[in-house]
């Protein structure tokens, strides 16, 4: 149903800014099926399961602009003071000297200044909500990070998103953020997955895995109903303290044994399960650094993998690449995260 008058959603409107609004305009919309269709989906359905299992009052706040960068959401201060986003800003000064205004029109301007803001929609769309009392914070981006020149910062600047705003707010807002789904692109991808997956050290920070629910030629999956489901088991288990499956599987640690490399996973809820036949989606390499497809089998909370051509592995990946074929999930059904035991350039 889409008459649920306990959800109701408050959109942020407006666009970046120079400087940090302390306002905004705008209004909360109960969920009604005349209204639903102005919700964000993805956050429609994470407070749909949410309300359904803990019931009472459900408020949404979403402020979003589609195919952003993450430098455009953190406080640009915040950004200038971080040392490890040096090069980052090395970088994004030759992209705003080289670019011509003269000759442009208005639409290259306003584009320009989209792939270049530094914390513009921090200013104008986020800086408003400060300090409403929040529950938590679910963050859905990183497409538009996804590219060789911008992958290498992400993890920094995700880390950075997350201790900035939990600093404007005044504490540790528990934070969640959408891996990216599977989709046909570059090699970026996974490595955006990657600092994702990195970040998940932070406290109180959880994520939802869409390895399995994306669409190859389709940037935009249209399965928001699940994104949703997932993002709520976090907030059940982690916020709420319910006892549900909040994660798919993640890498814990590795060891050679050898000719097979052993991978032990937390968050194996119900057991490791290799979905619709053999597990799959696993790679070895050994010293010569050459990657060759793997076998691998489940042992209780661990996975082993061997390839008869690599006598002495030393680094093992799962679903590297950004359209993987992979089918590790836990009993409750939430599918693993990708992940490498190297570190190796590409």
Same mark, same amino acid.
């Given at each position: 149903?889409?008459?649920?008058?306990?959800?109701?959603?408050?959109?942020?409107?407006?666009?970046?800014?120079?400087? !940090?609004?302390?306002?905004?305009? @705008?209004?909360?919309?109960?969920?009604?099926?005349?209204?639903?269709?102005?919700?964000?989906? !993805?956050?429609?359905?994470?407070?749909?399961?949410?309300?359904?299992?803990?019931?009472? *009052?459900?408020?949404?706040?979403?402020?979003?602009?589609?195919?952003?960068?993450?430098?455009?959401?953190?406080?640009?201060?915040?950004?200038? *003071?971080?040392?490890?986003?040096?090069?980052?800003?090395?970088?994004?000064?030759?992209?705003?000297?080289?670019?011509?205004?003269?000759?442009?029109?208005? %639409?290259?301007?306003?584009?320009?200044?989209?792939?270049?803001?530094?914390? @513009?929609?921090?200013?104008? %769309?986020?800086?408003?909500?400060?300090?409403?009392?929040?529950?938590?914070? !679910?963050?859905?981006?990183?497409?538009?990070?996804?590219?060789?020149?911008?992958?290498?910062?992400?993890?920094?600047?995700?880390?950075?998103?997350?201790?900035?705003?939990?600093?404007?707010?005044?504490?540790? +807002?528990?934070?969640?953020?959408?891996?990216?789904?599977?989709?046909?692109?570059?090699?970026?991808?996974?490595?955006?997955?990657?600092?994702?997956?990195?970040? +998940?050290?932070?406290?109180?920070?959880?994520?939802?895995?869409?390895?399995?629910?994306?669409?190859?030629?389709?940037?935009?999956?249209?399965? %928001?109903?699940?994104?949703?489901?997932?993002?709520?088991?976090?907030?059940? @288990?982690?916020?709420?303290?319910? %006892?549900?499956?909040?994660?798919?599987?993640?890498?814990?640690?590795?060891?050679?044994?050898?000719?097979?490399?052993?991978?032990?996973?937390?968050?194996?809820?119900?057991?490791?399960?290799?979905?619709?036949?053999?597990?799959?989606?696993?790679?070895?390499?050994?010293?010569?650094?050459?990657?060759?497809?793997?076998?691998?089998?489940?042992?209780?909370?661990?996975?082993?993998?061997?390839?008869?051509?690599?006598?002495?592995?030393?680094?093992?990946?799962? !679903?590297?690449?950004?359209?993987?074929?992979?089918?590790?999930?836990?009993?409750?059904?939430?599918?693993?995260?990708?992940?490498?035991?190297?570190?190796?350039?590409?």
């Amino acid at each position: 149903t889409t008459h649920v008058p306990q959800i109701s959603m408050f959109t942020v409107p407006g666009s970046r800014a120079e400087s !940090a609004q302390e306002d905004c305009r @705008g209004t909360w919309v109960v969920c009604s099926p005349e209204m639903v269709g102005r919700f964000s989906a !993805a956050a429609y359905f994470f407070g749909r399961e949410i309300h359904r299992v803990q019931g009472g *009052a459900v408020g949404l706040i979403t402020s979003a602009v589609g195919g952003t960068l993450i430098e455009s959401w953190i406080s640009p201060e915040a950004q200038r *003071a971080t040392p490890a986003l040096k090069d980052f800003f090395a970088q994004h000064g030759k992209l705003v000297a080289a670019f011509d205004r003269t000759n442009a029109t208005a %639409k290259e301007i306003s584009t320009h200044e989209n792939i270049t803001s530094v914390g @513009g929609l921090f200013n104008g %769309k986020i800086a408003p909500l400060i300090p409403y009392a929040l529950r938590g914070v !679910a963050w859905y981006q990183g497409e538009s990070n996804a590219s060789p020149e911008r992958a290498p910062f992400y993890e920094t600047q995700l880390r950075l998103l997350v201790r900035d705003w939990r600093a404007k707010w005044g504490g540790e +807002l528990p934070f969640a953020w959408v891996q990216l789904p599977n989709v046909k692109r570059t090699e970026s991808w996974a490595h955006i997955r990657e600092a994702q997956l990195k970040a +998940l050290d932070l406290p109180r920070t959880g994520m939802a895995i869409t390895i399995d629910i994306g669409e190859s030629r389709n940037l935009h999956p249209p399965n %928001k109903q699940e994104v949703g489901r997932r993002l709520a088991q976090w907030a059940l @288990g982690d916020v709420y303290g319910r %006892k549900v499956a909040t994660s798919g599987p993640l890498i814990a640690r590795h060891e050679t044994r050898g000719s097979e490399i052993v991978l032990r996973f937390r968050h194996t809820d119900g057991g490791l399960v290799a979905k619709d036949g053999p597990l799959t989606g696993f790679i070895v390499a050994g010293e010569n650094r050459a990657w060759t497809p793997a076998s691998a089998r489940i042992e209780g909370d661990t996975v082993i993998v061997s390839a008869p051509n690599v006598p002495r592995p030393i680094a093992v990946r799962y !679903a590297w690449e950004a359209d993987p074929i992979c089918n590790l999930t836990n009993g409750a059904g939430l599918p693993a995260s990708p992940f490498r035991t190297d570190d190796w350039k590409p």
